[in-house]
């Protein structure tokens, strides 16, 4: 495995009904071994910047690796061996009606 678990390069979401980026423009580094702990406000960007690394979100700009894996890109992959539960589940505000069904039905098809 890789001494950088996860990295971060430039990372930017902006939500088109807010002035500010939910994420602006993050570097980060994390490694192999260590204890991270993500904390701040609410509206900080912390969820935003979960699902980014869960393969969940497009960033808008930069780059990120989990163990490796882009999580766009290698979603599958990283879905294989990463697992993300939001404090409180639900549909996602940002995805069509018949987004969530279509991420559910990949989902469960990947694991038969």
């Known amino acids: ?3 950088h678990q996860i990295q971060l390069q430039g990372l930017v979401k ?3 009904d807010m002035k500010k980026p ?3 423009r993050l570097d980060c580094t994390i490694q192999s ?3 991270t702990g ?3 406000p609410d509206g900080a960007g912390k969820t935003t910047l979960m699902r980014m690394l869960a393969g969940l979100l497009k960033p808008d700009e930069g780059s990120a690796t989990v163990l490796g894996l882009d999580p766009i890109r290698d979603d599958s992959a990283l879905h294989a061996v ?3 539960m939001p404090q409180k589940f639900g549909l996602y505000e940002d995805l069509t009606g018949d987004g969530e069904p279509q991420s559910l039905r990949r989902s469960a098809q990947r694991h038969r």
């Open 38 to 40: 993500l904390v701040g």
């Open 33 to 35: 071994g260590y204890v």
């Open 22 to 24: 939910a994420v602006a």
């Open 82 to 84: 990463l697992g993300y």
């Open 14 to 16: 902006q939500f088109a």
């Open 1 to 3: 495995m890789s001494e």
